[in-house]
């Protein structure tokens, strides 16, 4: 049974409702049974302890859907890089108010000179992503006549494509993924324009992610993946967490059949050792409990200190209060690296409090920290390409709602 031998004798004090938490086992098996997933993989927690761990569905590899397994959880990233740049800024090694150019050198034309760190985790830099990286392919294609491969090709094709267009740029296509003056996306986005003023709206950017990854290797002088071993995930035991994971571990990671989104792209070797500040992150539903343990104890779980008490609420709470979005103005709402609930009436569940922590990732994963009701939920699934059309607001909500329907 999904819900804990803890959580069954301690419920009275943990203010949870078992009867409610089996009807969350129902709902998840349920989804499988409907075809809707092909994995799901849950976690959650209330005060520190385990009420919940649910395993449904199928991996193609034969380790099986366990609670260790690894799953990419794409921009779920954004907040760990956050984390990481807060460490930094503890350390004296950056001032999150100063300019980006002042760590990338490059990055200093067009109104990029104005853009802070800051600016970057609350996606109000005035950068977009279209924008940004989406001038590579006509380049590639009207300097060179190089056509890029389909949207649904093989990491393989992509990592020729991006090679061959290195070499052609006069760029070293071998170069590490930390050398951001060889990457050719970058060298050509340092020719576009900003698109709006900084901190004027809000437009969530994957972009502003990926430079702040290259700040990281730039001031530690290691790939992110080395510096968040020492600094991050060894001292909270986050010992399945990676950008690049080891060999002897890609059995561990969640195969994923071909109906499912991303890929075969995120079944791939390249993508098992990305270090994309935006997307790259690759964990368990335990080990990134564990952050959010970190970040609801002010810093410190378990004896481990890693941010001061003010870094967690500069983390946590809304820089965007005077922001706009071009639609609904509380979907501004964000800390540093996290959406925040606040108003919002959204894909993550009408019962969540005010001041909820959460962050999605492509393909299927999400993972919620809320300290006014002192839990965190890691769900982790394996999504089906078009799988919302009949649920335009995913299944998490569901999932959320009947969860905060368990608490007293």
């Not at 590899?61 to 890089?81: C, H, L, R, W």
């Not at 001031?219 to 080891?246: C, H």
């Not at 959010?292 to 004896?303: A, E, F, R």
Request: proline share 5%; glycine share 10%; aromatic share 10%.
């Amino acid at each position: 049974m999904p819900v804990t031998d803890y959580a069954m004798q301690n419920a009275g004090s943990l203010g949870i409702k078992t009867d409610r938490l089996q009807k969350l086992d129902n709902l998840l098996g349920s989804f499988i049974e409907k075809d809707l997933r092909q994995t799901i993989v849950t976690k959650i927690t209330r005060k520190g302890a385990p009420i919940f761990e649910g395993c449904y569905g199928t991996n193609t590899k034969p380790y099986g859907v366990k609670q260790d397994t690894i799953f990419p959880v794409a921009s779920i990233t954004k907040p760990v890089v956050s984390a990481l740049l807060l460490c930094l800024q503890e350390d004296g090694l950056i001032d999150m108010c100063d300019p980006v150019c002042r760590y990338l050198p490059e990055f200093n034309e067009g109104g990029r000179e104005r853009i802070q760190l800051w600016y970057l985790v609350t996606h109000t830099s005035g950068l977009l992503d279209e924008n940004a990286w989406g001038n590579t392919h006509e380049h590639a294609l009207k300097k060179f006549r190089m056509l890029p491969p389909e949207d649904d090709a093989g990491p393989e094709e992509w990592t020729r494509f991006h090679k061959e267009l290195a070499n052609k740029m006069g760029l070293d296509p071998d170069a590490p993924q930390s050398d951001r003056m060889n990457n050719p996306g970058y060298v050509l986005s340092l020719k576009q324009p900003v698109n709006h003023e900084p901190r004027t709206i809000m437009r969530y950017c994957n972009y502003g992610c990926q430079l702040l990854k290259w700040v990281v290797d730039a001031v530690t002088g290691e790939p992110i993946d080395s510096f968040a071993q020492k600094r991050l995930f060894n001292p909270l035991g986050m010992s399945d967490t990676y950008w690049r994971v080891p060999e002897d571990k890609f059995d561990r990671i969640l195969g994923r059949g071909d109906r499912c989104e991303g890929a075969p792209f995120i079944n791939s070797k390249d993508y098992y050792q990305s270090e994309s500040g935006s997307g790259g992150l690759k964990t368990t539903v335990g080990d990134i409990t564990r952050f959010g343990q970190m970040v609801l104890g002010k810093g410190t779980l378990d004896g481990a200190y890693i941010l001061n008490r003010r870094s967690i609420l500069e983390m946590t709470r809304n820089h965007n209060s005077d922001i706009e979005t071009g639609s609904a103005n509380t979907y501004a709402a964000w800390g540093l690296g996290w959406n925040i609930r606040q108003g919002k009436k959204d894909d993550t569940g009408l019962l969540r409090s005010a001041n909820c922590l959460d962050h999605g990732g492509w393909a299927g994963t999400k993972f919620v920290v809320d300290p006014d009701e002192d839990i965190t939920a890691a769900i982790f699934t394996a999504e089906y390409k078009h799988s919302e059309m009949n649920f335009p607001n995913g299944i998490y909500g569901m999932i959320l709602n009947v969860l905060y329907s368990s608490l007293d």
